[in-house]
């Protein structure tokens, strides 16, 4: 693994997995969230984004978590060697946001994630099906703690 995207709904734990994984495999670490937004959490125009994220997909190695415009995810995805998609129970995102200290308020937090969960997890399900060969989908946090486990094991 050199080139790994990342993504799932809120409070997944794609960057804690991200950050985890950059460290086992040697590459960078890129943050989708750190760049789209600004402190206020009012979107950054996605002219100003796209060329951020394509100059990350453009390098040798890399662990980008995050989603992005819908182009952008796209060269993301088809340049990843691994697509590793986080598809938690929304209960699972939900507890999770509720322990999140910092972001968006949590109302705002707690509606987007059961939106996506309800709206966009079957468009996900479709749109991944042409990533098969590489595609990791977690489940559960165990399965999260295996896989980086393996990705440990297989660094060695």
């Not at 040697?26 to 937004?37: C, I, T």
Request: proline share 6%; with cysteine; glycine share 4%.
């Amino acid at each position: 693994m050199r080139r790994v995207a990342i993504i799932g709904n809120g409070a997944a734990g794609k960057t804690t997995l991200a950050h985890a994984l950059s460290e086992r495999l040697h590459v960078p670490h890129y943050e989708v969230d750190a760049v789209q937004y600004r402190p206020d959490w009012t979107r950054v125009p996605t002219s100003e984004l796209e060329h951020t994220l394509d100059d990350w997909v453009d390098r040798d190695g890399w662990v980008i978590d995050g989603l992005g415009p819908l182009a952008c995810v796209e060269r993301r995805l088809d340049a990843a060697d691994t697509v590793v998609w986080i598809d938690l129970p929304l209960r699972t995102h939900l507890a999770r946001a509720l322990r999140r200290r910092n972001g968006p308020p949590l109302r705002v937090t707690l509606r987007s994630i059961a939106r996506a969960h309800r709206r966009y997890r079957p468009t996900y399900a479709d749109a991944l099906e042409r990533y098969e060969q590489k595609l990791v989908r977690l489940r559960t946090p165990r399965e999260t703690r295996l896989f980086l486990e393996d990705a440990r094991a297989e660094r060695r």
